[in-house]
């Protein structure tokens, strides 16, 4: 079966610029979370979706935004961008909310350069 | 707070050697923990996870990771490292927050196998 995909793979932004990330989970899954990663702090919650319904949100600014339509796909949003947006995204799907009992499916990531 | 600490950046271990990667958390509750490895350019891929039972987990990849419950800690192992196995380890706890299961992620330990 599919992965976890997320479009596109790679995207070069001018500060101030928005952004839509998109990402379509596992089959099934109803489940996506996203995260931020960069080398220094790791992977940073963003914010999770569980049947289009927002159920847990990061310690990020207002300029990160997030939905998930009712085929589980989700995209997220960034406005206004800045230098230090730049990082991998991840968008992780799970079947149910429950991750501790079956665990995520990470995408390969969108790599977001802010110039 | 629920936290995971992997207090080394970078592990370099010799090709045949065994290898152990850190991990210890605080997290209120049971634990369930989880390993993930990180290819270049790609998104997490689950290793092994603890739920309950033995505190000896076995994995993908002939990786192995004990839990203490004592020393709060979830150590991964491998009694023979290869050169395939360079790459980006994350440990990761999920713990209950507000009613739900929150993820939190260590920053991160690049293993480095020196043929």
């Known amino acids: 079966k599919a992965g976890v995909t997320q479009t596109p793979r790679y995207l070069i932004k001018t500060r101030g610029q928005q952004v839509t990330l998109s990402c379509s989970p596992i089959?099934?899954?109803?489940?996506v979370s996203w995260y931020q990663q960069t080398p220094g702090q790791g992977l940073q919650f963003l914010f999770e979706?569980?049947?289009?319904?927002?159920?847990n949100k990061g310690n990020f600014p207002g300029r990160f935004s997030g939905r998930q339509f009712s085929n589980s796909r989700s995209e997220m949003n960034v406005s206004t961008l800045e230098l230090g947006d730049s990082a991998l995204y991840l968008c992780?799907?799970?079947?149910?909310?429950?991750?501790?009992?079956?665990?995520?499916?990470f995408g390969s990531g969108t790599r977001l350069t802010v110039v | 707070a629920q936290s995971v600490a992997q207090p080394e950046d970078q592990v370099n271990v010799a090709e045949g050697n065994p290898l152990t990667v850190k991990c210890t958390y605080s997290?209120?509750?049971?634990?369930?923990l989880f390993w993930y490895v990180q290819y270049p350019n790609r998104g997490l891929q689950f290793l092994l996870k603890?739920?309950?039972?033995?505190?000896l987990v076995k994995g993908s990849y002939g990786f192995e990771a004990e839990f203490n419950k004592s020393q709060t800690s979830f150590h991964l192992k491998k009694p023979s490292a290869l050169v395939s196995d360079s790459a980006l380890y994350f440990c990761?706890?999920?713990?209950?927050?507000?009613?739900?299961?929150?993820?939190?992620f260590g920053t991160g330990t690049k293993l480095q196998v020196i043929p």
């Open positions: 992780a799907s799970s079947l149910t909310e429950f991750q501790a009992n079956y665990g995520y499916t």
């Open positions: 089959s099934g899954h109803r489940s």
């Open positions: 979706y569980f049947s289009e319904t927002q159920r």
């Open positions: 997290v209120s509750g049971n634990p369930y």
């Open positions: 603890y739920i309950t039972g033995d505190n």
């Open positions: 990761a706890v999920i713990g209950l927050s507000g009613g739900y299961q929150k993820v939190t």
